[in-house]
């Protein structure tokens, strides 16, 4: 597979000279976990010993492990996943994730398949991820993420999270299948039930992650007790939450509130659906982001498919600039007034 310039450093002089092999601007993550956390973008040479140190602290702080891992960072990149399962002795894709719209490199919106992909690349991603997933013999589920450059098609592996993802009822909605029960499946020893020329797409979804966190102050968290939870339903439509009425947010684990999931036979008519569901879906008591989700869904960008991880932060920017930092707040009164 083919890797992003990089390596592992353990002190900021190891840092000092992979960047100057490299380049910049870089990145550094964290090696013991993932979520953003520990993650610094690295533009200017006098950032170098700060930023890394600061990363180290977080990632030491965050998963008990000092130590990062420092690649190039691709300007203009989508993030893109390719669904695995396999048995031990045979793998299988499930089709492919578009994970582009994120916040601080935490995702927001995750759909499937990846819209605006050139089929010939989807095919190689697709492909080079089982080829991976046969080298390993992985047993299970898994997810191999890979970094694709918009301005000249190259793709860049990026890691394989070996379990299932948040973002996987998109994949269960193109599918028609239950990835819990196939992982379970493969854990009890059984051998796979299913073969490449099994796996059948249909339709479009798209996924949205609602979070207790206040758009209209910097997305600061927002713990608390949740008065009344209304979430859609219908045809096409998914809610996983645990979240009910008088239910309560505490502020020490992610903010993650539910995710609603709609799936429709084109991306059109699921945006489409999905400006309704999130219509229907309401939360008294802590402030959350489907103001955002519902903005988003009126951008002609976002309708038209394959922006890269770098577009999202920049359409938030021009909504506070647009509309002042009160925007979201207002947005979301608006619709229950």
Same mark, same amino acid.
């Given at each position: 597979l083919?890797v992003?310039?990089?390596g ?7 840092a ?6 490299i380049?910049?601007?870089a990145?550094?993550?964290a090696v013991?976990?993932?979520?953003g956390?520990?993650?610094k973008?690295?533009?200017?040479p006098s ?7 600061l990363?180290m602290a977080?990632a030491d702080?965050?998963?008990? &492990? ?6 190039? /960072?691709v =300007?203009?990149?989508?993030? $893109?996943e !390719?669904?695995?399962?396999g048995d ?8 492919d ?17 990846a ?5 010939q ?9 089982v080829?991976y997933g ?14 694709? &450059?918009v301005t000249?098609?190259?793709?860049? /592996?990026? =890691?394989m999270?070996?379990? $299932?993802? !948040?973002e996987?009822?998109?994949t269960e909605a193109v599918?028609?299948?239950d990835?819990?029960a ?5 854990a ?6 299913l073969r490449?020329h099994?796996?059948r ?10 979070n207790?966190e ?6 600061r ?21 645990h ?8 502020p020490f684990?992610?903010s993650m ?5 709609v799936?429709?036979d084109?991306r ?6 999905a400006?309704r569901?999130l219509?229907?879906c ?13 903005a ?5 960008q976002f ?10 932060p920049?359409?938030?920017r ?9 925007h979201?707040?207002?947005y979301e009164?608006?619709?229950y007034?």
């Amino acid at each position: 597979l083919p890797v992003v310039p990089g390596g592992f450093v353990e002190t900021t002089e190891d840092a000092q000279a992979l960047i100057r092999h490299i380049g910049l601007p870089a990145l550094v993550k964290a090696v013991g976990g993932g979520g953003g956390r520990g993650m610094k973008l690295i533009r200017e040479p006098s950032e170098i010993e700060g930023t890394v140190a600061l990363a180290m602290a977080e990632a030491d702080a965050a998963f008990g &492990d000092a130590r990062v891992y420092i690649e190039r /960072f691709v =300007e203009h990149g989508r993030h $893109i996943e !390719v669904q695995l399962l396999g048995d031990g002795r045979n793998v299988i894709h499930l089709g492919d994730r578009d994970c582009s719209i994120q916040r601080r490199y935490q995702k927001l919106v995750e759909e499937a398949p990846a819209p605006n992909l050139d089929p010939q690349l989807q095919n190689h991603l697709r492909q080079a991820a089982v080829s991976y997933g046969e080298s390993l013999a992985y047993r299970g589920l898994g997810t191999v993420e890979f970094l694709v &450059d918009v301005t000249d098609g190259e793709f860049w /592996f990026l =890691e394989m999270n070996a379990r $299932i993802q !948040v973002e996987h009822p998109v994949t269960e909605a193109v599918t028609g299948l239950d990835l819990v029960a196939e992982q379970i499946a493969v854990a009890e020893g059984r051998p796979m039930r299913l073969r490449q020329h099994d796996i059948r797409f249909e339709g479009h979804a798209i996924e949205f992650r609602v979070n207790a966190e206040d758009p209209a102050h910097d997305f600061r968290p927002s713990p608390g007790k949740v008065m009344s939870a209304v979430f859609p339903a219908g045809e096409g439509m998914r809610v996983d939450t645990h979240i009910e009425a008088d239910a309560t947010v505490p502020p020490f684990y992610d903010s993650m509130l539910a995710k609603v999931i709609v799936h429709d036979d084109t991306r059109a008519a699921t945006i489409d659906e999905a400006e309704r569901a999130l219509a229907n879906c309401h939360l008294e008591g802590v402030a959350t982001n489907l103001a955002v989700h519902r903005a988003l869904l009126s951008d002609p960008q976002f309708r038209a498919g394959g922006v890269p991880t770098s577009w999202f932060p920049e359409f938030l920017r021009q909504q506070v600039v647009s509309h002042n930092t009160r925007h979201f707040a207002a947005y979301e009164a608006a619709q229950y007034r």
